[in-house]
């Protein structure tokens, strides 16, 4: 299995597919702050050196991979900080092979609206807004939840490349 965290932040979800994959997968690590992939890099040490992780700088609208070279990928609160959601959305499928899965973690757009962070850079989005551009990059939205009881309420999408 070769999954993707994109914009993997402090690493958390890293971990959590390492774990996953077993030894014999491969996780991608894509990031944009150097100073995350430096963490990474000193957090995941044995990882890092076995290819087992793999960590590069990138973007969600230009993802350092091969074009289908995914099983699945996970983006969590990432697309606040992109410009044209349609581009990011048509990068996530471009990478995706027929069949692969992307999770996209939003916040709550009204909760996320409430605080004193977001008009700092943050582009709030309706989650309808997020599923149709994830429609029209040729992504299929086939689980959709609202996690209500987090401090910030998120909604997970995961969708499918036909």
Same mark, same amino acid.
């Given at each position: ?37 430096? &963490? !990474?890099?000193? %957090?995941?040490?044995?990882?890092? *050196?076995? +290819? /087992? #992780? ?46 692969? &899965? !992307?999770?996209? %973690?939003?916040?709550?757009?009204? *909760?996320? +609206? /409430? #605080? ?47």
């Amino acid at each position: 299995m070769w999954p993707a965290d994109i914009g993997f932040g402090a690493g958390v979800g890293l971990g959590l597919l390492l774990q996953r994959v077993g030894e014999s997968g491969v996780v991608h690590g894509i990031e944009i702050a150097d100073d995350m992939l430096a &963490r !990474a890099r000193s %957090g995941y040490p044995r990882e890092v *050196a076995s +290819a /087992r #992780l793999r960590l590069e700088r990138g973007s969600l609208i230009a993802l350092p991979l091969e074009d289908g070279s995914l099983d699945a990928a996970i983006t969590v609160n990432t697309i606040y900080f992109v410009g044209d959601l349609d581009a990011a959305c048509a990068e996530l499928a471009r990478v995706l092979r027929p069949g692969g &899965r !992307a999770v996209v %973690g939003i916040g709550d757009p009204q *909760a996320m +609206a /409430r #605080l004193p962070f977001t008009p700092y850079g943050f582009t709030l989005r309706p989650v309808d807004q997020v599923r149709a551009a994830l429609k029209k990059a040729g992504l299929e939205v086939v689980t959709e939840r609202r996690l209500a009881d987090l401090a910030i309420p998120h909604n997970p999408l995961v969708a499918q490349r036909r």
